[in-house]
């Protein structure tokens, strides 16, 4: 029989946590967990979230200790599987994000653009250290991150961390079933290409007959994320791309709307996560709460529990399943590098996820979007892990949602000095 498993979820103060308990009950006949440590450096909000984890798992029966700690290495000693959802600079951090670049004529975004950027260097050190820690102290772990922007920290890791992981993200998840629904093709098997957070839907296949031209005829749409002020994409657009986009594309597609949405809207969407996260701290902290309660489907992360408890079944069990998820390209996508972390479709089981190649894949458009956006990962992880501000200058220049020297170069220094006590690769003289 397979051993019991350590399980640690780092950056469990977060309001998410419930998702993720609520996905291992489901599966507590094929998930033997016998430790479950909580960790967040956030003590308020680890006690509040973590005392609702316990009662989740009490009401269930389930025999697992429960352990909460804001210390890292503790949390990491011996386990199987590392969860990461953390938010280097909480959410007042993600406000400057979306509020800074503004000034300059910029969309600000947690992970699109100037503000997804920043993310990125905040978070990447961060993460890199956690996995220093993990070969330290669970070599063998695997590391499941959906600490955002997923796309450009699996880069990161698997590149420079030296350690087993994969990055998900719930938007392909929620965008097969919406299709499915739509459609209905409750069995329908999809080839999705892309890389995090700028992806599409490129085929629709059920029985032998691929519905994706049918898809484009009808203009159909996947369902929007519940964090993204969403208008559609037009039949035509849909037709002229030859693909279904995945709801982030809306914020290159229509670039000046989503700018003009922004700058008019009351409450930036890291605003609005401050009170839902305050009222769902107020509910979490009755004491006779044991369930997940309904105001968490209000923040974008619905079904992530879905996403990330299967695929820590897939692997422990050896299961050989299809899940989208972020890795190395390593031949998947013949016009990407084999060091690109893509977001595709990969058989995963005991020994990870293989990407399954997309053969003769045409679309001229997906490509060279692709490539471009890559480009801006590439820079970016270079100046997380060196700061270097010239990697960062170059990446910005190729974000095509800044583009523009003068006001790159502003933004860059205002948001570089508003984060400054995260950012130790550009102050910190020591850390290069």
């Not at 993720?20 to 308020?44: C, Q, S, T």
């Not at 489907?297 to 069990?317: K, T, W």
């Not at 220049?397 to 205002?414: I, K, Q, R, S, T």
């Amino acid at each position: 029989m397979n051993k019991e498993l350590k399980i640690a979820i780092i950056g469990s103060g977060s309001t998410y946590t419930p998702e993720l308990i609520e996905g291992i009950l489901r599966r507590k006949e094929v998930l033997p967990i016998r430790e479950l440590v909580l960790m967040d450096i956030d003590a308020r909000k680890l006690d509040v979230v973590g005392r609702l984890s316990e009662r989740m798992i009490r009401a269930e029966n389930v025999p697992c200790r429960v352990t909460m700690t804001q210390d890292l290495d503790e949390a990491l000693a011996g386990a199987d599987f590392v969860l990461g959802q953390i938010r280097v600079g909480k959410l007042p951090a993600r406000v400057l994000d979306e509020k800074i670049p503004l000034k300059y004529g910029l969309i600000g975004q947690e992970t699109c653009g100037i503000g997804g950027f920043f993310k990125a260097m905040r978070t990447i050190p961060v993460m890199l250290h956690i996995a220093e820690r993990m070969k330290a102290l669970c070599p063998d772990a695997w590391l499941i991150n959906f600490s955002n922007p997923a796309g450009i920290n699996t880069e990161a890791l698997l590149n420079h961390g030296g350690i087993k992981m994969m990055g998900l993200c719930n938007v392909p998840y929620n965008m097969f079933k919406s299709i499915r629904e739509t459609l209905s093709l409750p069995r329908a098997n999809f080839t999705y290409v892309g890389l995090n957070h700028l992806s599409w839907i490129t085929s629709i296949e059920q029985d032998g007959t691929d519905y994706l031209q049918q898809a484009l005829q009808m203009g159909l749409n996947s369902e929007a994320m519940k964090n993204i002020p969403s208008s559609g994409f037009s039949k035509e657009l849909i037709q002229l791309v030859g693909a279904i986009p995945s709801s982030y594309l809306e914020y290159y597609y229509f670039k000046e709307k989503k700018l003009k949405m922004v700058r008019e809207a009351e409450l930036s969407r890291g605003e609005k996560c401050m009170q839902i996260e305050e009222d769902l701290l107020k509910i979490y902290s009755d004491s006779e709460l044991h369930v997940k309660p309904e105001l968490l489907s209000s923040r974008g992360g619905a079904n992530y529990s879905e996403v990330a408890i299967s695929l820590v079944d897939a692997i422990y069990n050896d299961k050989q399943e299809v899940h989208v998820v972020n890795l190395l390209n390593q031949g998947a996508l013949d016009f990407m590098e084999d060091t690109d972390a893509v977001e595709v479709c990969a058989v995963v089981g005991k020994n990870g996820a293989k990407p399954i190649k997309v053969n003769d894949f045409r679309n001229r458009h997906i490509i060279d979007y692709m490539r471009m956006v890559k480009a801006y990962e590439r820079e970016t992880v270079a100046a997380a892990v060196t700061g270097s501000e010239e990697a960062a200058m170059r990446a910005l220049l190729m974000n095509p949602l800044v583009g523009d020297y003068d006001a790159a170069y502003a933004c860059f220094h205002e948001l570089k000095e508003a984060h400054k006590a995260y950012l130790p690769q550009f102050f910190d003289s020591a850390s290069r």
